[in-house]
């Protein structure tokens, strides 16, 4: 199954892309993970990179298209795979369905978690993940069971994105909706795009992307 996790920043992207990740045996592929491990590797790419992520612009096509491609050569992309963060515009969306069909494997779903405004803003002022397995948690929404342990890896190490603030925020959300919202009418047209209500618990999310995954013709072919 290849599926797109689509939406705005703080959304809940990465969230469900772990957790459907675990649950379907597939892969999450984070651009914007990526280019972090870049940047803390200072690559030529990271250098690069920097300074345009924490203005809260976009990377360039060329750049994060290059990533990706690279990523999808790996073998274990083979089982599937959950784009997190990549496409963000059309030029991208476009690449995307080159290297797909260069690979012969179809696109199978784009998942669109719908968020208000305000709700993505303390989100991400106040998310934070695990150093070590990269666990995601919130100060109010979503902490752990212990505090200061994490409830995945028993860590005690936590670190905060340094474009997770308020500025930056409003940066984001401004290329999200000039760049990266005309996607939903570009997959929409494809056929593609399925509409979940983001604004729910992360468990009830959850429930409702199995359902779509579940209501798939591909797994329903499967089933019989
Ligand atoms: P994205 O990858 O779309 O930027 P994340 O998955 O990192 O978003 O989620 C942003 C923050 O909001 C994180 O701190 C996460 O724990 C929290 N979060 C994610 N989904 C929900 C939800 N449905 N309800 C409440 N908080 C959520
Ligand atoms: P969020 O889910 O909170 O929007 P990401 O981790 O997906 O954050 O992305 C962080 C930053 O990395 C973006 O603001 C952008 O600068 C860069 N980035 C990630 N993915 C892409 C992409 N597909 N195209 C361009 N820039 C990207
Ligand atoms: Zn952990």
Do not use: W
């Amino acid at each position: 199954m290849r599926l797109i996790m689509l939406g705005p920043p703080g959304a809940g992207k990465g969230t469900q892309a772990q957790r459907l990740a675990a649950s379907r045996g597939l892969v999450q592929l984070s651009t914007g993970d990526m280019l972090r491990a870049a940047v803390a590797a200072g690559t030529p790419t990271g250098r690069e990179a920097k300074a345009i992520m924490d203005a809260g612009r976009l990377v360039p096509d060329e750049i994060v298209v290059g990533i990706i491609s690279e990523r999808l050569d790996q073998p274990d992309v083979r089982n599937g795979f959950i784009l997190d963060g990549f496409p963000r515009t059309l030029p991208q969306a476009d690449a995307l369905e080159t290297l797909l069909a260069a690979k012969r494997v179809p696109l199978d779903v784009v998942i669109l978690l719908e968020v208000d405004d305000d709700v993505l803003v303390q989100r991400v002022a106040g998310r934070y993940t695990c150093a070590s397995c990269g666990e995601g948690y919130h100060d109010t929404l979503k902490v752990p069971a212990r505090e200061g342990v994490c409830d995945r890896c028993g860590a005690t190490t936590f670190k905060r994105r340094p474009d997770d603030n308020a500025d930056t925020m409003r940066q984001r959300l401004q290329a999200y909706y000039k760049e990266t919202s005309p996607l939903i009418g570009y997959y929409y047209a494809k056929r593609k795009l399925r509409i979940v209500d983001g604004m729910a618990e992360i468990d009830e999310v959850s429930r409702q992307i199995e359902a779509v995954v579940a209501g798939l013709p591909e797994l329903q072919g499967a089933a019989e």
